[in-house]
């Protein structure tokens, strides 16, 4: 939580900040009114570096305070987007609507004006086409309020600029998938270290968008350390379990890291090999768990090469503090599958099928109240 009493009425605006380009220099263009910003970074398991929030302030002079926003971004994945999902799992439109929704509430509390967002106009294919930033503004209640100073001269003025509050002819008219303006106005500001456009969100990656379903689809309650395995080097699933095996020695850390009392460990008994790590919400099978430790131990390559075909080897199988140790023969093809893009696009194409059923729904009931309150009234 923000230490909301520390920041009252200390900031006339605050911005929601990635740490990308944009969302930098549309703080320091407001800043450079006078104004004071307070950057939100908001944070979940699929963006956000918290632990950045330092080097910001020492590379641009930006005020930032990191925003865990995880269990409201679980639920709007959990539950499907309103907007509908993007060219992967990424709820562009709804995420932006749930993070204005969010600064509103901390502008507010705060005492502060106005939001500020890096959004240029077009820039975006999914989230910042015109009907897009209409849409965050209506559904996040910030019409008004809600500035996006690196693309203002192209959209209509906001309160904020009517009232005077913010100079709109200090403001710039940026549109378009272009990065040469912004990069032209970064030298202007002497930044030592010129930041990507923000990206970083795992929710538009193909790979990681396929595991992160079928995380979803295979733990009933998942949380935010759940998605950590979506970050190993191999990622399997059967039956509500999964199961991660690292192809690195950083991934196999991670998942030491991020192991649960619950998890299943697994590793050659014998020889050096993989770490695998096994996580259901239901007790593992004998017969499941075989098949894990199968499909673990094919990735032994130093093993399985030095030893003569249909030799098993021991595996060590640890969970909740107890070791046993059991024999199989490695194997690929088990009951386990791989997350694969090709089964979560034909998942999501139902999912936005729905989706777009339920807004057509909506439209519907409005015009037929629309016309009944017509006819009311001439009756």
């Known amino acids: 939580m923000l230490p909301i009493d520390g920041l009252r009425d200390k900031y006339d605006a605050v911005a929601l900040f990635s740490g990308g380009l944009d969302s930098i220099l549309a703080m320091r263009v407001v800043m450079d009114q006078g104004l004071r910003v307070l950057g ?22 930006l005020d930032v305070q990191p925003v865990d926003i995880s269990q409201e971004m679980l639920a709007l994945i959990k539950n499907g987007p309103k907007n509908g999902f993007g060219s992967c799992l990424n709820p562009c439109t709804d995420c932006h609507t749930l993070m204005a929704t969010k600064a509103k509430e901390i502008m507010e509390a705060i005492g502060a004006k106005f939001i500020i967002s890096g ?7 999914m989230s910042q086409r015109p009907d897009a930033l209409n849409i965050v503004h209506r559904e996040s209640k910030t019409k008004g309020v809600l500035l996006r100073p690196l693309s203002a001269l192209k959209l209509e003025p906001t309160e904020v600029e009517k009232s005077g509050l913010v100079d709109r002819n200090r403001l710039l008219g940026i549109y378009g998938r272009g990065r040469a303006d912004q990069l ?24 990681s968008s396929a595991r992160i379903w079928a995380i979803f689809n295979q733990l009933e309650q998942p949380a935010n350390e759940d998605f950590l395995l979506a970050k ?17 020695l950083e991934q196999a850390e991670l998942l030491e890291t991020c192991q649960k009392p619950d998890d299943i460990v697994l590793e050659l008994a014998d020889e050096m090999g993989p770490l695998a790590l096994g996580r259901s919400e239901k007790p ?26 249909g030799t098993p080897l021991r595996v060590s199988v640890k ?36 989706m777009t059923e339920q807004r057509l ?11 009944s309150r017509k006819k009311y009234k001439r009756d």
């Not at 593992?284 to 075909?309: F, G």
């Not at 059991?326 to 194409?349: C, D, G, H, N, Y």
């Open 40 to 61: 939100l970074h908001f944070c979940t398991p699929f963006f956000g570096e918290p632990d950045s929030v330092s080097k910001w302030k020492q590379l641009y002079d």
């Open 119 to 125: 959004e240029v106009l077009w820039q975006r294919p």
């Open 184 to 207: 032209q106005l970064a030298q202007q500001y002497g930044f030592s270290e010129v930041p990507a456009s923000a990206g970083g969100c795992i929710l538009t990656e193909r790979k």
């Open 232 to 248: 190993a080097g191999r990622f399997f699933y059967y039956d509500g379990c999964i199961l991660a095996i690292n192809k690195t």
């Open 284 to 309: 593992w099978e004998p017969a499941v768990l075989s098949e894990a430790a199968a499909l673990m131990a094919s990735y032994a390559n130093k093993a399985v090469r030095n030893l003569p075909s």
């Open 319 to 354: 969970h909740k503090g107890r070791e046993d140790f059991i024999s199989v023969l490695p194997k690929r093809s088990t009951i386990f599958k791989e997350a694969t893009w090709e089964e979560m696009v034909q998942a999501l194409k139902l999912v936005n099928k729905e």
């Open 361 to 371: 729904a909506r439209k519907r009931e409005k015009f037929y109240t629309w016309i």
